[in-house]
Every structure is written in structure tokens, then in C-alpha cells.
């Protein structure tokens, strides 16, 4: 796997400054084991299939805390933003858990600006994966394949008075950029892959 960025997140976590991390529901298998064994806490769905989510990421290290802009999602937010006033991180999948793919829900946004928090987008691509065919077009790496991993610089916290929408819509098209990034330098580096 190769990461990029990796440095600007471990700067960041390494301040104890409050930190939301961002991903979309399909790219977050990489991020998600990456930053395994961390103090991180993540904000999973209390729909049927954020049980499996749950489970897992608990083995992997993550506290959870159970909400989604559909169900719990006031309380679970409330909580959050304890964990991260505090100095635990808080990672957020943010099309989730219904979609539309790519398109940000209010949850994380609205975290991080009333946490006062800096927002680091995290995505990946791979060079041979299965993509499911469900709403979030979920990436699954081919065994071997080159997974490209990646941390986007950090967002530094807004004013608390900016709108929630302007910011929702910065960290959307943020998170959408560098997907497109990784998955240029997938297509970019296609060739030397398969040698």
C-alpha cells in the first residue's frame, strides 16, 4: 500500500488538536485499517449493516458510537463532540448510511464546527478491486493489487458563524477531490502495476 499524506495526519493528531477525519462509505476499508489501534472514535449507522461495520472496526481498535443522520443521530452527534472536545479523534463516513454516493451529510461538518476542529479527508483507489454493485459502489483491493492510500491536508477549523451548507459543501468537493486524485494516480501508474 502506498500512502500518501500520512505525515500531515500524524503532525495533526500528534498536536492534540480536536480532529475529525473524513471518508465515503465505499473507500473506507483502507483508512479504516490504516489508522487501526489509534484513539479514534467512529461514528457508525444503527442500521442492520452498520452492526457488521461496528463489530469490525471495534476489532480493530475504534470506540464506536451509534447514530446516523436517520437514526440517534442527535444523541450520537452529542457524544462525538464530547469525544473530540476532549482529545479523541473522530472519524466520520459522510455519505452514509443510505447515500446519495458522494454527497456529504450535515453530521460532520456540523462536528467540526461546533468542536472548533481541523478535518482531514482520507480516501483510497486500487489498481484491481471488485466494486460492489450497492449505493456506495463499496471497493474491495483484488489480493496483491496496489492500493493507493490518502490524507488530504488538513482543514483548519472555521469560524464558528460560517454557514453549515458553504462548509458542507468545501469538505464535500475536498473529499471529492481527492478521490479523483487517487484514483488518477491508480489509472497513472496502471501500467507499472501489472509488471
Known amino acids: 500500500m502506498r500512502v500518501v499524506g500520512w505525515e500531515s495526519?500524524?503532525?495533526?493528531?500528534?498536536?492534540?488538536?480536536?480532529?475529525?477525519m473524513i471518508t465515503w462509505h465505499g473507500r473506507m476499508m483502507a483508512p479504516v485499517w490504516h489508522c487501526r489501534r489509534r484513539n479514534i472514535a467512529a461514528m457508525i449507522s444503527r442500521h442492520s449493516d452498520?452492526?457488521?461495520?461496528?463489530?469490525?472496526?471495534?476489532?480493530?481498535?475504534?470506540?464506536?458510537?451509534r447514530g446516523s443522520s436517520t437514526r440517534g443521530g442527535t444523541e450520537a452527534a452529542l457524544d462525538m463532540l464530547d469525544r473530540v472536545r476532549n482529545g479523541?479523534?473522530?472519524?466520520?463516513?459522510?455519505d452514509g448510511p443510505r447515500g446519495p454516493i458522494y454527497k456529504?451529510?450535515?453530521?460532520?461538518?456540523?462536528?467540526a464546527l461546533r468542536a472548533g476542529a481541523f478535518v482531514i479527508p482520507a480516501t483510497f483507489a486500487a489498481a484491481r478491486?471488485?466494486?460492489?454493485?450497492?449505493?456506495?459502489r463499496f471497493l474491495v483491493p483484488k489480493p496483491f493489487s496496489k492500493v493507493f492510500l490518502f490524507y488530504g491536508d488538513p482543514?483548519?477549523?472555521?469560524?464558528?458563524?460560517?454557514?453549515?451548507e458553504e462548509f458542507r459543501l468545501t469538505l464535500e468537493k475536498a473529499l471529492n477531490d481527492l478521490t479523483a486524485r487517487a484514483e488518477r494516480m491508480?489509472?497513472?501508474n496502471a501500467e507499472t502495476l501489472k509488471n
Open 186 to 188: 491508480t489509472e497513472e
Open 9 to 20: 495526519l500524524e503532525r495533526t493528531m500528534a498536536a492534540r488538536v480536536p480532529l475529525v
Open 155 to 164: 482543514i483548519p477549523p472555521v469560524d464558528p458563524s460560517t454557514d453549515l
Open 104 to 111: 456529504m451529510k450535515p453530521g460532520a461538518p456540523y462536528l
Open 50 to 65: 452498520g452492526e457488521m461495520v461496528a463489530r469490525l472496526v471495534q476489532r480493530l481498535g475504534y470506540e464506536t458510537v
Open 129 to 136: 478491486a471488485w466494486t460492489f454493485k450497492s449505493w456506495d
Open 88 to 94: 479523541q479523534v473522530a472519524a466520520m463516513i459522510c
